[in-house]
T-cell receptor
């Protein structure tokens, strides 16, 4: 059974204070690892897909990296508008097209 | 216009009532999904459909049913709503590769 664990559950940062969110996973044959952003009461918004260890993707202040056991979402010089819950999910050969989600990290950026 | 739309966006109903949540997409994807989200429990898959003739149960299908009326439309029904079905419900779509799912804005359902 695929498993995804995100840490920390919540993270408070000052504006401009860079940090990283962690997503650890256990799967049988990784097909892809996905990062989403979710604002309160809204649907998850797709950010990145990573397919193989060593891959990196960037979007504005966000950078996602992938190893064989975990992924990091690095946030550089965050702004208050980056406050949201960040979800990590995996798809695997074991589960086909299905996504297994982690519990999310709630990020709060104070001005 | 949004690629994935859900109606209604908010619904309050009473125990025992039948309710239908609807999802439409303009992304041209074959695959559609229904999830529910509860605080502390994350996103859990209720049903999924890989094409109009293919319907599959997910992790938590008890108490729910679905209908895939067309490639672009996927409905979720609660035949007899109960209070522990109070949650946020999301529809999602994907193509066969690369598995990326795109979510709708959600329906907040309250069962009294």
């Amino acid at each position: 059974e695929d498993q995804v664990t995100q840490s920390p559950e919540a993270l408070r940062l000052q504006e401009g204070e860079s940090s990283s969110l962690n997503c650890s996973y256990t799967v049988s044959g990784l097909r892809g690892l996905f990062w989403y952003r979710q604002d309160p009461g809204k649907g998850p918004e797709f950010l990145f897909t990573l397919y193989s260890a060593g891959e990196e993707k960037e979007k504005e202040r966000l950078k996602a990296t992938l190893t064989k056991k975990e992924s990091f979402l690095h946030i550089t010089a965050p702004k208050p508008e980056d406050s949201a819950t960040y979800l990590c999910a995996v798809s695997s050969n074991n589960a086909g097209n299905m996504l297994t989600f982690g519990g999310g990290t709630r990020l709060m950026v104070k001005p | 216009d949004a690629d994935v739309t859900q109606t209604p966006r908010n619904r309050i109903t009473k125990t025992g009532k039948r309710i239908m949540l609807e999802c439409s997409q303009t992304k041209g994807h074959d695959r559609m999904y229904w999830y529910r989200q509860d605080p502390g429990l994350g996103l859990r898959l209720i049903y999924y459909s890989f094409d109009v003739k293919d319907i599959n149960k997910g992790e938590i299908s008890d108490g729910y049913s679905v209908s895939r009326q067309a490639q672009a439309k996927f409905s979720l029904s609660l035949e007899s709503a109960i209070p522990n079905q109070t949650a946020l419900y999301f529809c999602a779509t994907s193509d066969s590769r690369p598995d990326t799912q795109y979510f709708g804005p959600g329906t907040r359902l309250t069962v009294l």
